[in-house]
């Protein structure tokens, strides 16, 4: 059978390594998808109800395995539906490729049906962007579009339009008239550690040496540097402060880390970085600002394999372009090991006061259900080496401070985007990657609601992933950040009564479960996190309980108290919750 453009597509993809496509078929596709069938031993389609999810997906694989996550969609509506997703794996520093359809060469410009003009559309978010119109251009753009997504870690998007799609590949239609040759290439992409230079790490090192109360803060860029890690900060006696996307960087049960920072952070987090004189960071461009030194507080280093992300939040003493491991490990020898450790120990005391204070509020006697007992039953059940992950909102606060990252245990949230359901196509993903390992998905009513259709695709393509849903009947995380304005809540909780979303995954073929008792939980999270295929347990939780900051500001607590005295509903409630938490805590 003569090899036609979508099958050259598919047999490069499989040059690259590539195994799986997430996607949903079109008309608009119709080229790529013959490709893909006659390929398909050798690379696996992932069909999806909702393109939306396909780049989800394609951008939860590419975080959790470090290779090029795929997802394709027809023309128009199709190629639009990918660019939410698509937008967390630029945000991310994820590698991702986008596959689209157009309408055939012949009829553009003509506003026929479908016709959107994708290279257009996807110009801010793609860094490679070609609608291919010659079949002399494959394979070699496919390779150029591949070698963009994985060395820059950022979306690179190829659109075919369909008569190119079904055109015999070795085609040559035109003249040529130019002194260039179609593009020739192999699939080959070369990406060595990048070590640091010895000038900028002799700079580096003088200025931690120097410092007294030395701070490090580490993000997802750590990731794989967690002996070099530790190894620094003993030699600094350093705490370790973790970005919510680091969070798996470092144990949170290990002694030298007061967790995260920032609004979903830890008390001991926030104010050890206003008090120290020397920053160290590592991966991560924290984008908020607030929560860093204040300008001219402390010396400040930084470490990224990205020289763009370096300096942009605060003046640097010392900037490092390197791998993090490599520049951790050259670092090393050039520290002066620390012998006064006492701001580490003062916030080993912070620290360890916090996390009792956390455990109170892991209260099982509570009704309605504490959101911080339901996760804590998932951390206690699950396995050493699950993966979590996780929506965006007030979900994304009781994972940070409750799911607990010890042995190879993993964590995903959408960190940049902040965009709500990538929880569920995650995990579809991130277990069709390990199908050997636990992987659960801690998702809010809210975000569930938006692509609950993924989970029978778990259910359709046999992947035994675990949902938890925290059910608060509400958009609680908005809920609170207009409370945190001075404005009483409005439109943000649904009507009654709540969801059961049990009921919709034991009519997908899953295991499900409603929970409304707070002593039915454990059980109900054992037994589907024992359930051989895919399974869900629903669980209400109170929907007034506040994702309070680590510290609470002086204009936090004004605005509150403005809201209520607005005429904020539920306050009675809410008051109620509050008060139980603070006596809680001060019975820890």
């Known amino acids: 059978m003569q090899e036609i453009v979508g099958e050259s597509l598919a047999r490069r993809l499989v040059a690259w390594g590539v195994d799986t496509v997430f996607g949903l078929p079109g008309d608009g596709i119709n080229g790529l998808m013959e490709g893909f069938r006659r390929q398909r031993e050798k690379l696996d389609f992932v069909l999806v109800h909702h393109e939306e999810a396909a780049a989800f997906m394609a951008t939860g694989y590419a975080k959790a395995t470090g290779r090029l996550g795929v997802c394709a969609a027809t023309s128009g509506p199709g190629a639009i539906h990918l660019l939410n997703g698509l937008y967390d794996a630029k945000l991310d520093h994820v590698p991702v490729l986008a596959l689209t359809g157009m309408q055939e060469t012949s009829v553009l410009g003509q506003s026929y049906q479908q016709e959107v003009h994708t290279p257009l559309l996807y110009q801010d978010v793609a860094a490679y962007n070609l609608m291919v119109t010659n079949p002399q251009q494959m394979p070699g753009v496919v390779d150029i579009a591949i070698r963009n997504a994985l060395s820059k870690r950022t979306v690179a998007h190829l659109t075919f339009p369909n008569d190119v799609q079904v055109a015999a590949a070795d085609e040559d239609p035109y003249r040529h008239v130019s002194p260039g040759e179609p593009p020739t290439s192999s699939p080959v992409v070369s990406q060595p550690p990048v070590p640091a230079a010895q000038a900028d790490l002799a700079r580096a090192a003088e200025v931690l040496n120097a410092g007294t109360k030395v701070a490090m803060l580490v993000g997802i860029g750590a990731r794989g540097a967690r002996d070099e890690v530790l190894a620094v900060a003993e030699a600094l006696a350093s705490p ?134 339901l996760i804590s039953c998932v951390d206690e059940a699950a396995g050493p080496d699950a993966i979590l992950t996780c929506d965006s909102g007030t979900i994304a606060t009781w994972a940070a401070r409750h799911w607990t990252i010890r042995g190879d245990r993993e964590f995903y949230l959408s960190g940049n985007l902040a965009t709500m359901a990538p929880g569920l196509p995650y995990a579809v993903a991130m277990q069709h990657a390990y199908p050997g390992r636990q992987v659960i998905a801690f998702v809010g009513d809210g975000g569930f609601a938006m692509l609950m259709a993924e989970f029978l695709t778990a259910v359709r393509h046999q992947l035994p992933i675990k949902v938890v849903v925290n059910n608060n009947n509400a958009y609680g995380q908005i809920l609170w950040e207009q409370i945190v304005l001075g404005y009483p809540e409005y439109a943000v909780r649904h009507r009654q009564p709540e969801a059961d979303f049990a009921a919709w995954a034991r009519a997908c073929g899953g295991y499900g479960a409603k929970v409304t008792d707070p002593k039915a939980l454990p059980a109900a999270i054992r037994e589907a996190l024992a359930h051989p295929g895919p399974a869900l347990v629903d669980c209400d939780v109170n929907p007034n309980e506040p994702p309070m900051p680590g510290k609470v500001t002086y204009d936090q607590a004004k605005y509150f108290t403005e809201a209520f005295l607005r005429g904020q509903p539920h306050k009675g409630a809410t008051l109620a919750t509050v008060t139980r938490d603070k006596i809680n805590e001060l019975r820890s």
């Not at 926030?270 to 991560?284: A, I, K, N, R, Y």
């Not at 990205?306 to 942009?312: H, K, T």
């Open 240 to 373: 370790i402060v973790k970005t919510l996307p680091g969070k798996m960087v470092v144990p949170d049960d290990h002694p030298l880390t007061t967790g995260g920072l920032g609004l979903l952070g830890t008390k001991p987090s926030e104010e050890l970085m206003e008090e120290c004189d020397t920053l160290l960071m590592v991966g991560t461009s924290f984008p908020y600002g607030k929560y860093l030194p204040s300008p001219g507080q402390a010396r400040v280093v930084q470490i990224d394999i990205d020289p763009s992300l370096i300096g942009m939040r605060l003046p640097l003493d010392a900037a490092v372009t390197a791998d993090a491991t490599l520049a951790l490990q050259q670092l090393l020898p050039l520290l002066q090991t620390r012998t006064d450790r006492s701001f580490l120990t003062k916030y080993q005391r912070e620290r360890d006061a916090w996390r009792a204070d956390m455990l109170a509020l892991q209260d099982p006697t509570r009704d309605p259900i504490a959101p911080q007992y």
